[in-house]
């Protein structure tokens, strides 16, 4: 029998993780994964806020799972949460992205999340995870480099006369099959934490060795996405080119879903095993909060974003939108929590230059960043302050 003050902390706690969820489906989820094809309009601001809050509830679902094991348990060692301290990491953070979301800044969410919670957590005796902070650190320093660098490049050879342009996005295709036929998805393996690829499960039916059975999958999985992609530009180069931005899109929402997810449910894991709540109505519950605030608040975001960074055609945002793909994925992979401002932002920025900087702001850009240290910082200081101040008034 579970008591009635531990059901009754969890939804207090439930609540603010709901509110967490809709913040960030109103800002980073719900806002970055198309803003690169609205700004190439190819999709309108509208309908893109109502497809990336289905998309980011699909993948909150099916890919969640790794980065909310990592924000409930692994960023704090020696101590299991509290509710109250689940509640204030959760009010904090969610109260940050917040205040980015009205005021028209992309607050990184990851930074607010990840700060909450080791405040809290120091706040109630817990030691610091160096080794987790370690990974952290490393792909959120790399973010800017790997995907505005991966970006310059991309667009770069897209406006390269040597090679031809369907030739390229023929190929940039079938390399996004690669990717696809490799990330995890949960219903693949029900039974491990974070799923198995398609390529793994498919090999199960191939005779010979798992590697030669995932590396044949892989292949005709790459084949299909380039062959498909081939057909489409045959008709039409600035047709095809619009539809694969759409899929890229796509694609970049479901990630969104699968990682962001993790930041508002993963302070909750700890509480839910007192009132006996399995992972997947965390996850649905989670979910939910970001349909909800990507059908909202998104689309503010989505023309900020958009029109404010960069003026970029469909060719620099197929550019953008591919290693945000890439760093997603390996995010949700290793159950990292990342930003999806910080990885979208730096792809646009990076894709902008490839046309000599047209259409950056330098000074957009200057701001975005300090709010990405202060969002930080400040999430520690003021969870930490917090949780002490309620402590010393509770007991």
Do not use: C
Request: proline share 5%; no cysteine; hydrophobic share 55%.
């Amino acid at each position: 029998m579970v008591e009635p003050a531990t059901v009754a902390t969890f939804l207090v706690a439930a609540l603010a993780s709901l509110f967490m969820a809709w913040a960030i489906g109103a800002g980073s989820s719900g806002s970055t994964p198309f803003a690169p094809a609205v700004g190439a309009n190819a999709i309108s601001v509208m309908r893109a806020g109502f497809f990336v809050g289905l998309l980011g509830f699909t993948g909150a679902v099916v890919q969640g799972a790794n980065v909310s094991e990592a924000v409930g348990r692994e960023l704090i060692g020696g101590v299991i949460l509290s509710p109250s301290a689940a509640t204030i990491a959760l009010i904090i953070a969610a109260g940050l992205v917040a205040i980015g979301v009205f005021a028209g800044y992309p607050i990184a969410t990851a930074f607010t999340v990840t700060g909450a919670v080791v405040g809290v957590g120091l706040a109630m005796g817990g030691d610091p995870a160096w080794p987790k902070y370690v990974e952290i650190a490393t792909l959120w320093v790399l973010t800017p480099f790997v995907g505005g660098g991966l970006a310059y490049g991309i667009a770069r050879l897209l406006r390269s006369e040597p090679i031809a342009e369907p030739s390229l996005i023929v190929g940039l295709a079938a390399f996004v099959g690669l990717l696809i036929a490799n990330i995890e998805f949960a219903f693949l393996d029900p039974d491990s934490t974070g799923g198995a690829s398609i390529a793994q499960a498919a090999s199960d039916w191939a005779p010979g060795p798992e590697l030669v059975g995932v590396l044949a999958v892989t292949g005709l999985v790459a084949l299909l996405w380039g062959g498909i992609v081939a057909a489409d530009l045959r008709s039409s180069v600035e047709r095809g080119e619009r539809h694969f931005l759409l899929v890229l899109g796509a694609l970049v929402a479901f990630s969104a879903g699968g990682s962001q997810v993790g930041l508002a449910i993963g302070p909750l894991i700890p509480l839910s095993e007192d009132v006996g709540l399995p992972l997947l109505a965390l996850l649905l519950g989670g979910g939910v909060g970001l349909l909800i605030g990507s059908w909202t608040g998104a689309p503010r975001m989505i023309k900020a974003i958009s029109q404010d960074y960069s003026s970029l055609g469909p060719r620099r945002s197929i550019a953008a939108l591919i290693p945000s793909f890439m760093i997603a994925q390996t995010a949700v992979l290793f159950g990292i929590p990342v930003s999806f401002n910080e990885i979208i932002v730096s792809a646009i920025i990076g894709s902008g230059y490839a046309a000599s900087g047209s259409g950056v702001s330098a000074r957009k850009m200057g701001y975005t960043v300090l709010a990405w240290v202060l969002s930080l910082a400040g999430s520690i200081i003021v969870s930490f302050v917090g949780y002490t101040a309620l402590s010393a008034v509770l007991l």
